[in-house]
């Protein structure tokens, strides 16, 4: 992936996965967007670093938090955004995604954002553009490599030494691309120990993140834990229904106020969203004073805005 997503001169080309980024890339971009949500909190406006250029979101599976916070990230940066009707376009007609992005390229759109429920899609669309640049907003349970940069960011604020860190993620790990993400981005800032837990059927092969703990019962997965990353069950992805129990599910896996006492004493309590309260977290951790999940949120746009910038400089 790294030709694809790097030039020749080791220059962000595309931003298609976390895998193989390395700590020199991601540190960057991390401290771009620290700059960035420093500038525009600091002013109320900002570097119009996109001012002239044109961004497309393709977004072919739903969205709350990426889609808005990849525009909102584009319009404070002075770009053009459009968010492409995927529903009246013409790939209803039969065009291919690539002739479609050949399309729109030659209106002079600069960058898309693209969502896609199969794995790769965005990496289709990097190696068919001419001079557009893709940003992948996520692919099937491959990556949602903004999410991973974001997630990161919201722990850093908190711990500069991801080397003293203990990161739990709980539940759906093997249909999730922020999991894979999250995973590439904590393997390459040096997470002291990353801890996998949930039912065996969630966990990823064996051999996919030979570097984390493999934790079933949750409970052992919390102790001392930094940081506790919550994944809902992403039953879109599943071939069959591996979860029927939702209440035993929660029983054994949700994240409650008595099992988040057995984490370290300031432990962050993270979601990427969507949320299923009452599956795999309880309201009131979802809400309470350890929750960190809307700072992911908020700095979703500032993470967004470093990317973009990142990838059209001239
Ligand atoms: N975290 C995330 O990708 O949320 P959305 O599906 O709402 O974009």
Redesign the pocket.
Same mark, same amino acid.
């Given at each position: 992936m790294s030709g694809l997503q790097l030039d020749s001169n080791g220059r962000l080309r595309h931003l298609i996965t976390l895998e193989g980024l390395d700590r020199k890339h991601i540190e960057a971009l991390l401290d771009r967007a620290t700059e960035l949500r420093d500038a525009f909190a600091d002013s109320g406006g900002g570097p119009q670093l996109l001012s002239g250029r044109t961004i497309i979101n393709l977004f072919f599976? +739903?969205? $709350? %938090?990426? %889609? $808005?916070s990849f525009e909102l990230a584009a319009r404070r940066l002075g770009a053009t955004v459009l968010n492409f009707e995927i529903s009246s376009s013409s790939t209803n007609k039969g065009e291919t995604l690539e002739d479609t992005l050949s399309t729109l390229e030659a209106m002079q759109a600069d960058a898309f954002v693209v %969502?896609h429920r199969e794995n790769g899609t965005p990496a289709r669309l990097a190696r068919h553009s001419r001079r557009a640049v893709i940003l992948n +907003? #996520?692919d099937g349970n491959n990556a949602?490599p903004t999410?991973g940069l974001l997630d990161a960011l919201t722990i850093r604020d908190r711990h500069a030494d991801f080397s003293r860190l203990k990161v739990t993620l709980c539940g759906d790990i093997r249909h999730s691309r922020?999991a894979r993400s999250d995973l590439h981005v904590l393997t390459a800032l040096g997470a002291g120990e990353i801890r996998l837990s949930g039912p065996a059927a969630l966990m990823p092969a064996s051999d996919e993140f030979p570097n984390c703990h493999i934790v079933e019962n949750f409970d052992d997965a919390v102790a001392g834990s930094d940081v506790v990353i919550m994944l809902r069950l992403q039953r879109e992805r599943m071939a069959e229904a591996l979860v029927n129990d939702e209440a035993d599910y929660f029983r054994r896996y949700g994240l409650t106020t008595e099992r988040l006492r057995r984490a370290a004493a300031d432990a962050l309590v993270m979601h990427? #969203?969507?949320m299923n309260r009452g599956i795999e977290i309880a309201a009131d951790v979802a809400d309470g004073p350890q929750s960190v999940i809307l700072d992911q949120v908020s700095n979703g746009i500032p993470v967004r805005m470093a990317a973009m910038a990142s990838l059209l400089e001239a």
């Open positions: 599976e +739903a969205s $709350t %938090r990426t %889609r $808005t %969502r +907003a #996520g949602h999410q922020v990427p #969203g969507p």
